[in-house]
C-alpha cells in the first residue's frame, strides 16, 4: 500500500483510527508499533476498514488481534453491527481469524452504494455480536476452558495407576505409560493439543 496513500486515509476527515503505542528502549519512550483505520457508516450500521498494519518486529504477538477487539467493543457502543473490508490474499487468512468472512452477512443494501470497490481484493464482513466482551474474550474462553476440563474430571472414571518406575529406565515412551490408551490419548493427541495452546495464546 503506497505511503502517500496512507497518510491521505490517516488526514482524511471522514475515517478515523485506533493505534498502539508501546514503551520500547532503554529509556521507555512509548513508539508507535500499529493501527487500524476505518470509515465508520453510522446511519447504516457498519464500520469500512480500511487498512490494519502492525509493525514487523511485534507481528505474531497477538496485537493485531487486540486491536480488534478493541475496535469491536468501540463498535458495540456506536451500536455497529457489521464490520466490511477488502482484503488481499496476504490479509484473508488474518481477517478469517477475527470473525470475517467472504459468504457476506450484512445485507446488500446496507453497504452498496457506500464503498468503494478495489480490484484484486475479496471483500469480508465480520458481524459484531452486542453480547460478546470482545476485549476480555481471551480471559472469557480460558474460564470456559478451565471450567469444561473441571467438569470433564469430576464426571469422568478414575482409577489409579502404578508409578512408572525410573530406576530401571529413564524415559517411556506414551505407549508404555499407564492409563493413556485407556484413556483414549496417544503420541498425535499430545503433540496437535500443544499447537492448539500455542494458536489460542498467539492469537488471544
Request: net charge positive.
Amino acid at each position: 500500500m503506497p505511503k502517500a496513500y496512507i497518510v491521505r486515509l490517516i488526514m482524511d476527515r471522514i475515517h478515523e483510527s485506533i493505534i498502539i503505542l508501546k514503551k520500547v528502549g532503554e529509556d521507555k519512550e512509548k513508539e508507535l508499533i500499529g493501527g487500524v483505520v476505518y470509515r465508520p457508516f453510522y446511519d447504516q450500521k457498519f464500520f469500512e476498514i480500511a487498512f490494519l498494519t502492525i509493525v514487523t518486529t511485534e507481528q505474531y504477538k497477538g496485537y493485531g488481534t487486540r486491536i480488534m477487539n478493541v475496535l469491536k467493543n468501540y463498535a458495540q457502543s456506536k451500536g455497529i453491527d457489521y464490520f466490511v473490508t477488502y482484503a488481499d490474499n496476504h490479509a484473508i487468512d488474518y481477517f478469517k481469524k477475527q470473525g470475517f468472512s467472504t459468504k457476506l452477512r450484512i445485507p446488500e443494501e446496507q453497504y452498496k452504494g457506500y464503498i468503494k470497490h478495489y480490484d484484486g481484493g475479496t471483500i469480508m464482513d465480520c458481524y459484531i455480536n452486542k453480547y460478546i466482551d470482545f476485549k476480555n474474550i481471551s480471559q472469557i474462553m480460558k474460564k470456559q476452558k478451565e471450567f469444561i476440563m473441571n467438569v470433564i474430571s469430576n464426571i469422568a472414571h478414575k482409577k489409579i495407576y502404578k508409578p512408572l518406575d525410573f530406576s530401571k529406565k529413564s524415559s517411556y515412551s506414551f505407549d508404555e505409560i499407564p492409563g493413556l490408551k485407556e484413556a483414549g490419548w496417544n503420541e498425535d493427541d499430545y503433540k496437535n493439543s500443544i499447537e492448539d495452546d500455542k494458536t489460542f495464546d498467539q492469537y488471544c
